[in-house]
């Protein structure tokens, strides 16, 4: 036993007897379809909840979009919730449910969709199929090659850390490991991969392609240049040669700019067809000079990162979470997860697709169209 | 190990499955409550967002009982649940930037008068740490658990265990000017 071992052992002791008793009751919601609610063990302050039948008979549509404002937008996207994916129209109804179970999806082409599945601890399979304009799906087929080794969970945080090429001949993964941060690309068609990584102490996530060779995404390669610097936004020729991580040029660094704060942090963004401009999810600080959390999103230059037009804000709660921002092929219309709820903005409006989730069941885990 | 599951919706003992799991829960519950939230804190840093994270990981893995067929791997289930509902804490704490001046108790300034400054001086340190390397720690040297166990916990091999452990405490020796 070190030194240091000894004084871990004796800092986590006595910091883990600054927690004693009591701690908060634990309530525990109840089988879904059981609308009732039962003590378990009162004794040992275990309390069952029951959330209300009624309440779980709609999983949650919110009031319909503006149709005016859906003109020209997709009919129908893909999610995953609750390990299925599913084909879902412009009000969030199931409309049909693909087979197997699956933690992440991405297209590149808004037809072509590539799914993500766990198969085991950690290892990941991808599969292919096609959405008709009609909403109807061909049956998944299996990308080829070997499976993918990740951390176990790897999509559930990080949906985005997913992404299809617009041509869809590649899929991108950007994810940790235990040391390296690490940029894989697959070829759809033969199953080769390629990987790109460098030592950090800091965190990627959040690919997407700029064009069919070049994958962007988020990365602090140092742990502590996100509490001083905020959020860079790294490319990667994935067409040149070479296997470090470093050779990523830097897109955009530092803050977008949203009103008069510069002080903003970005947790996701998407490529606009126009090949230009990219659009991102900014989300302001709550401090003492106004900022209050909230979140917009703001086409920038791809080149200089200034604004090129107004930003749309998001009506969810201050700092909610936004994993998943597409757009779709015109570019005027946009579909979020926030906090495990689809939401869009069609120009420039924003409305809520689904109601909040009352558990975990019923949050989105990802979506695309 | 992983804990075993029964196909989804065919639970694995169709009736008895689920009152046995319940029954286990709740003295898992009754016996481990108190050290979940501990370990939490190690890794958050602050009893409150510990708090929180224990209870999802009992509500998640109450929501799956009746999938649950192996009721002595439940322990080491809900801990993987709990490591993985801290990880989740501090994505989400890295992205907000609420947290740019947050500064958790347990490794704060003023933890140096609860605790005593040598304490600190190491929580400190191990916030250097990436989150992996800090998860292996705490499971480690706070809840003695071994390469199996803490690779169960985790989601990685046993060789990964000990490299990372292996690299957090060649680390955390550097930070701490303990280099031999």
């Not at chain 1, 000894?6 to 879904?32: H, W």
């Not at chain 1, 495990?340 to 949050?363: I, M, Q, Y």
């Not at chain 2, 002595?72 to 989740?88: E, F, K």
């Amino acid at each position: 036993m070190t030194r240091t071992e000894d004084r871990l052992r004796e800092a986590f002791t006595d910091a883990a007897e600054t927690v004693t008793p009591p701690l908060t009751p634990l309530t525990v919601p109840i089988a879904r379809r059981r609308p009732w609610f039962i003590p378990l063990v009162a004794a040992a302050a275990l309390t069952l909840v029951l959330l209300g039948a009624a309440a779980l008979v709609d999983r949650g549509h919110a009031p319909e979009t503006d149709p005016a404002l859906l003109a020209g937008a997709p009919s129908y996207f893909v999610t995953i919730r609750d390990g299925k994916a599913q084909v879902e129209n412009h009000s969030g109804r199931a409309i049909t449910l693909i087979p197997g179970r699956y933690q992440a999806v991405a297209t590149g082409d808004h037809r072509t969709f590539f799914l993500a599945s766990e198969t085991s601890k950690g290892v990941y399979t991808f599969y292919r199929l096609v959405l008709s304009l009609d909403g109807t799906v061909t049956q998944p087929t299996r990308v080829p090659g070997a499976p993918l080794q990740l951390e176990e969970g790897a999509f559930e945080t990080e949906p985005q850390s997913f992404a299809a090429n617009p041509d869809g001949t590649k899929l991108a993964v950007v994810h940790l490991g235990d040391t390296n941060a690490e940029a894989i690309v697959i070829n759809t068609r033969t199953g080769a991969r390629h990987t790109w990584s460098a030592p950090t102490s800091g965190w990627i996530r959040m690919a997407a392609w700029a064009d069919d060779r070049s994958l962007a995404f988020l990365w602090w390669p140092d742990s502590q240049v996100v509490t001083d610097k905020g959020t860079e936004i790294a490319l990667l020729d994935t067409s040149a040669p070479g296997s470090d991580l470093r050779t990523a040029r830097t897109l955009r660094k530092g803050p977008l700019a949203i009103g008069r704060t510069n002080d903003s942090e970005t947790n996701a963004f998407t490529f606009n067809p126009d090949g230009r401009t990219l659009t991102a999810e900014v989300q302001r600080p709550i401090d003492s000079e106004g900022g209050d959390g909230s979140s917009y999103i703001a086409t920038v230059s791809k080149l200089t990162g200034r604004p090129t037009g107004g930003a749309a804000r998001l009506h969810a709660e201050p700092h909610s979470l936004c994993d998943v921002l597409e757009a779709d092929e015109s570019g005027e219309h946009f579909l979020l997860l926030i906090d495990g709820r689809l939401a869009r903005v069609d120009k420039g409006e924003f409305s809520w697709v689904t109601k909040a989730p009352r558990s975990e069941h019923d949050e989105y885990q990802d979506a695309a169209w | 190990m992983e804990i075993e599951i029964a196909s989804f919706g065919r639970p694995a003992r169709a009736d008895v499955a689920p009152v046995m799991g319940v029954e286990t829960l709740t003295a898992l519950f009754r016996e481990h409550h108190l050290g979940l939230v501990r370990t939490a804190l190690m890794i958050v840093g602050d009893r409150a967002t510990a708090e929180d994270v224990v209870q999802d990981a009992f509500v998640a893995v109450h929501r799956r009982i009746d999938r649950v067929s192996d009721h002595d791997r439940m322990l080491p289930y809900i801990r993987a649940t709990v490591v993985n509902g801290c990880r989740t804490v501090l994505r989400k704490r890295r992205l907000a930037l609420r947290h740019r001046t947050h500064e958790p108790p347990v490794w704060s300034a003023e933890s140096a008068a609860l605790l005593g400054e040598d304490r600190r001086e190491v929580f400190v340190a191990l916030r250097t740490l990436p989150h992996r390397q800090r998860e292996a720690l705490v499971l480690r040297y706070y809840l003695d658990l071994d390469d199996a166990e803490i690779a169960e916990v985790m989601g990685i091999s046993h060789g990964t265990v000990r490299s990372t452990v292996s690299r957090a405490l060649a680390s955390l020796e550097r930070k701490l000017g303990e280099e031999a």
